[in-house]
């Protein structure tokens, strides 16, 4: 026999390999991490009225991106197109107006083409704005000409004045009177990218109906705002969700710009990481907890399947050209003083009205978290807005909302809830995502035995790129009995490292 194999050394060796071996003792059997995100509604190729619905349907096939992308960036612009022009009264006989300028908010990993999609829902809107520009261009021309003329004219009268002022003061007088020049013509715009709030509300007297703020990456506005000195910023931001309203800027060197109405519609995409840090701090109490993102009732984060088609086709025409004779009609909606006002027909209003009732009575009710709760009370403007937004996609001339318009809106408060609990999940869900890359890190053996949250945060992992962060995730881990924590007295502050648990490494 071998004497490698002999009992007695076969023993020896197992002794040794045990001894080498953590210990399992006093360790417990640790548990699967929650899901990170709740389940979402797919999105329905119904919720869309039939005049859209072939284009919006054909860019996510074509770009093979969920159409929750298309479809959320489509209803935003063309609310945008409506703006203050024409508002709904949600009660039979009461004077309570809504606008119907919406905002909306993508989510999605990079490289789940949210640009492009939103992109492509913006092209109308760019092709609006194009054709107004070359407009105003020929106009300003026109009218630099005229004032040119004007000045002109006022020199060459000033001159004859001059001659006969002495002899006929009367004629001298009339000859000095100036020439009328026309106003200088107003660029209409339909969308703006990155604007001051100051510049934003200069292009709002000019442009008193509305228009839409798109930021592709709408974080950097979020975060902007937070800062101290914006609390101007986020106060203007917050009026013009209403679209009604007026507002007054008061500046030294400026002087006080008076704008009767501030109506914007606003649209961005955002990354889940992001919109997850900014919903905790947007409910923690701080500057940001004012009901700013709450306003974003367009907010759609839908799951990204692992499937792919290369698709490498022509745009569907005609269903692009149907599309595009919704924005040129509702961009060309004939306004006066006042906005029109549209109505609920019989059938709608028996229907909004028993919506709204047991609506009122579940988020006054107590058993859903503050943040959500704030989200759905915007589904008050949310759902008269839609309803007017499909009506006047479908009828803009009739004056008053169906029930099968009202219907599709509920059927979008359905859907858009669903997203809005995954969202405001960020608020009431351990922070689970960091979580997890540390887990499969630990679980690797890639941190040995034990760590501190420093030696971690040296590596630059995603989402764990700071002490505090490393320590947050650890903490879930030490929950779900994956990890130890341990604080080691060095003499001076006391240092903490976190042990992990044997029987989790792979």
Same mark, same amino acid.
């Given at each position: ?396 001339? !009739?004056?008053?909302? +169906? ?6 809106? #509920? =059927?979008?408060? *359905?859907? /858009? $809830? ?46 764990? !790129?700071?002490?505090? +962060? ?6 879930? #881990? =030490?929950?779900? *009995?994956? /990890? $130890? ?22």
């Amino acid at each position: 026999m071998n004497a490698y194999l002999a009992p007695e050394n076969l023993a020896i060796v197992r002794s040794s390999i045990d001894g080498a071996l953590p210990s399992l003792e006093g360790w417990p059997i640790p548990a699967a991490l929650p899901d990170t995100l709740p389940p979402v509604m797919a999105f329905d190729p119904d919720l869309l009225p039939e005049q859209i619905r072939g284009w919006v349907m054909d860019i996510a096939h074509r770009m093979q991106c969920p159409p929750d992308f298309p479809a959320v960036g489509a209803i935003t612009a063309i609310s945008s197109l409506i703006g203050a022009r024409a508002v709904v009264q949600p009660k039979a006989k009461d004077d309570w107006q809504v606008v119907p300028n919406l905002w909306g908010l993508i989510i999605g990993s990079p490289g789940v083409m949210k640009s492009p999609a939103l992109s492509e829902s913006l092209r109308p809107l760019h092709r609006l704005e194009a054709a107004a520009r070359e407009k105003w261009e020929a106009e300003q021309e026109a009218w630099e000409l005229d004032a040119k003329v004007a000045e002109m004219t006022n020199d060459a009268n000033d001159k004859e004045a001059r001659k006969i002022a002495a002899k006929d003061p009367e004629k001298a007088r009339a000859l000095l009177k100036p020439a009328e020049v026309p106003p200088c013509p107003a660029e209409r715009r339909f969308i703006v990218n990155d604007a001051t709030v100051e510049k934003l509300g200069e292009l709002m007297r000019s442009n008193p109906w509305g228009f839409m703020a798109y930021r592709d990456e709408i974080h950097g506005l979020l975060k902007g705002m937070d800062r101290e000195g914006q609390e101007g910023a986020r106060a203007f931001y917050l009026q013009a969700y209403d679209g009604n309203q007026g507002y007054t800027f008061d500046r030294i060197g400026r002087g006080t710009v008076r704008i009767p109405r501030v109506c914007l519609a606003m649209l961005g995409g955002i990354q889940p990481g992001r919109i997850q840090s900014y919903v905790r701090d947007a409910v923690s109490g701080g500057s940001s907890d004012d009901g700013l993102l709450q306003r974003f009732a367009l907010a759609v984060w839908p799951d990204i399947g692992g499937d792919f088609k290369n698709v490498d086709q022509w745009p569907d025409t005609p269903a692009k050209q149907m599309a595009g004779d919704v924005f040129d009609r509702l961009a060309e909606i004939e306004t006066t003083d006042e906005p029109r006002v549209w109505r609920f027909d019989a059938e709608a209003q028996e229907v909004f009205s028993e919506w709204r009732e047991p609506f009122e009575r579940e988020i006054r009710s107590g058993d859903m978290h503050p943040a959500l709760v704030a989200h759905l009370s915007k589904y008050r403007k949310l759902i008269p807005a839609l309803a007017l937004v499909f009506a006047m996609i479908d009828s803009p001339d !009739a004056g008053t909302i +169906a029930e099968a318009h009202l219907l599709r809106a #509920l =059927a979008w408060s *359905d859907y /858009l $809830r669903s997203h809005a609990e995954r969202l405001y999940s960020a608020a009431v869900v351990p922070e689970t995502g960091a979580a997890k890359t540390l887990l499969a890190k630990v679980r690797a053996g890639a941190l040995g035995s034990s760590f501190t949250p420093r030696e971690v945060a040296v590596k630059h992992w995603a989402g764990l !790129a700071t002490p505090d +962060a490393v320590r947050k995730a650890a903490e879930v #881990l =030490a929950d779900y *009995d994956w /990890l $130890r924590r341990d604080v080691v007295q060095t003499g001076g502050r006391p240092s903490e490292r976190y042990e992990v648990n044997p029987r989790g490494v792979a």
